[in-house]
């Protein structure tokens, strides 16, 4: 991937328009969403849809594993340094968003990190839970015979119960985004689909994204980790 180009000034409206998110990023983010989907859905269809459900948990898990490696060597904006902060800076970013002083950011705001952070989290304990798992009947996960039954219904549960909290987790994001658009009008959607946001900050902001190759790099080895783990 080339590195991104200048910032396209509009020179009436003083605004640049600035890449934010590079392309695997956007692939992430969208197929993440796919492979959640399918899981809950396949999970809940149960029967033959369950061999299904299995495939989109190895892959979802693939995609975490890359989203975590790409945490560290991504682009600037995708790094968990550039985005998890301590509480205070979370609070004082939670008062602008009610006393009139919010500012976007080019990147993730504070509260936007932790509930990435919180996502991701979640998402590899479903996974995770998932390997170990059984339904009792005819699926259990890759990893099943190395625990007792005890275990893995143990874990099972867990499996179970942690689909609500995700459920949970992904619904705030989405008010979010909503109250974003409608009350800040800032768009978070469009960037993420782009790439692009638009910018009024200063010009010196603009982003040297990551070259894909490091990106299929990363996503090489996040497959076959988890090929290596399952089969």
Same mark, same amino acid.
């Given at each position: 991937? *080339?590195?991104?180009k200048p910032a396209q000034v509009d020179q009436s409206r003083n605004t640049a328009k600035i890449k934010i998110w590079d392309l695997p990023t956007r692939i992430f983010h969208w197929a993440l969403v796919a492979f959640v989907v399918t899981s809950f859905v396949t999970g809940q269809l149960g029967g033959n849809a369950m061999q299904y459900h299995l495939w989109s948990g190895y892959?979802?898990?693939a995609l975490?594993?890359?989203r975590l490696i790409w945490g560290f060597v991504g682009s600037p904006t995708i790094r968990?340094?550039?985005f998890v902060r301590g509480p205070a800076t979370v609070l004082r970013y939670a008062r602008t968003l009610i006393n009139g002083d919010y500012a976007p950011h080019l990147g993730h705001n504070p509260l936007g990190g932790?509930?990435?952070?919180a996502m991701l989290a979640a998402l590899l304990l479903q996974v995770g839970t998932g390997l170990f798992a059984t339904d009792d009947i005819a699926t259990q996960g890759p990893l099943y015979p190395l625990v007792s039954d005890h275990t893995s219904n143990w874990l099972s549960g867990i499996h179970v119960f942690n689909q609500g909290v995700i459920i949970a987790l992904v619904t705030l994001p989405l008010l979010a985004v909503l109250f974003y658009l409608l009350f800040k009008r800032d768009n978070l959607i469009t960037p993420m689909?782009?790439?692009?946001? *638009?910018w009024k900050g200063p010009l010196d902001?603009?982003?040297?994204?990551?070259?894909g190759w490091v990106a299929v790099i990363v996503a090489a080895v996040s497959i076959a980790a988890v090929y290596l783990l399952v089969r």
């Open positions: 991937m *080339p590195k991104s892959t979802i898990l975490l594993l890359f968990f340094a550039s932790w509930s990435i952070v689909i782009t790439g692009t946001k *638009p902001a603009q982003i040297e994204l990551r070259s």
